[in-house]
């Protein structure tokens, strides 16, 4: 199963460096270092650090767990990854905090599954949005993510610790 997760580290990590951004792997996401962060990617863009988190699945659903999703929130990562089988990797940032029902009409959200551990599963579906916990979280794919850090747009959707 580790490999499956590294292997598409590894995809996420060339395809970046492909399009000229800095990015680097995190051997074990940070485990075996208590120096390096505990993320699986790390994007340098100018003096900041953008750290991620990413998940790869075969299956239907991938699941963020709830500690990832407060990392996020608090600032502690910048985005969250996600992959399907033979399927372009999608991110995930930190739109707004607070969801008000104006987000809905904007565009379609993923469907989402939360359980008693507040768990986010998002399934192989193609939205923009995801509303969990009254957050609103932007679904972008690679090439927007790319064309966001390019443009350093990434600054109005992270908060750096």
Request: charged residues 30%; hydrophobic residues 35%; contains cysteine.
């Amino acid at each position: 199963m580790y490999r499956i997760g590294r292997r598409f580290e590894l995809q996420v990590v060339r395809r970046l460096r492909k399009y000229g951004i800095d990015a680097k792997r995190v051997p074990l996401s940070g485990r075996l270092n208590p120096l390096l962060p505990r993320c699986d990617i790390i994007i340098k863009l100018n003096d900041k650090e953008l750290k991620g988190q990413l998940k790869y699945s075969r299956g239907k659903y991938v699941v963020f767990e709830e500690k990832e999703i407060k990392q996020l929130e608090n600032g502690e990562i910048q985005f969250l990854c996600f992959g399907f089988y033979k399927k372009e990797p999608k991110f995930i940032l930190l739109e707004s905090e607070e969801f008000t029902s104006q987000h809905i009409y904007r565009n379609t959200l993923y469907k989402f599954k939360e359980g008693e551990n507040l768990n986010l599963s998002i399934y192989d579906y193609n939205a923009n949005y995801i509303v969990f916990n009254k957050m609103l979280l932007k679904v972008v794919d690679f090439n927007t993510f790319v064309n966001i850090l390019k443009n350093k747009q990434i600054a109005q959707f992270c908060r750096y610790k």
